[in-house]
């Protein structure tokens, strides 16, 4: 059974940091992309960021810039380096990874889309305050 775990939300005040972090299990993601999405309430969930398995790296542009994303294949982990954050980054963020079709790297997809990846965590909440 794949999980995926997130970790490192919490409250933070404006221009504050935080790590957020995801440990997968149940199945080896090294040849697979792995990727932050967040829902704010009342929102949709959108995509934040998301790194190929060759490390190349997506953002979105409200984040770039103040957001890293990292991966450690021994590990099986996904992290997200969130700095400068604003009361709009409030929101509850997703590790998603994809892995039940061939990488999205040879079927040339979009790492910003929802249904590109099979696999999600439970969520960590994000809240920063003004």
């Known amino acids: 059974q794949v999980r995926l775990v997130e ?17 997968a299990s149940g199945r080896i993601f090294s040849h697979y992309a792995m990727g932050w999405f967040r829902q704010a309430p009342g929102k949709e969930r959108e995509f934040v960021s998301a790194i190929s398995w060759n490390a190349s790296t997506y953002y979105a542009d409200s984040v770039k810039g103040r957001f890293t994303i990292s991966r450690d294949k021994v590990k099986n982990s996904v ?28 079927r040339n997809g979009n790492y910003q889309a929802r249904n590109e990846y099979d696999y999600w965590g439970q969520g960590t909440q994000v809240t920063v305050s003004s």
């Not at 970790?7 to 440990?23: F, P, T």
């Not at 992290?79 to 061939?102: I, K, W």
């Open 79 to 106: 992290y997200l380096q969130m700095n400068s954050l604003q009361p709009e980054d409030t929101a509850v963020y997703y590790c998603a990874a994809e892995g039940a079709r061939g990488p999205l790297t040879d």
């Open 7 to 23: 970790s490192g939300g919490g409250l933070v005040q404006a221009g504050g940091s935080l790590r957020l972090s995801c440990a």
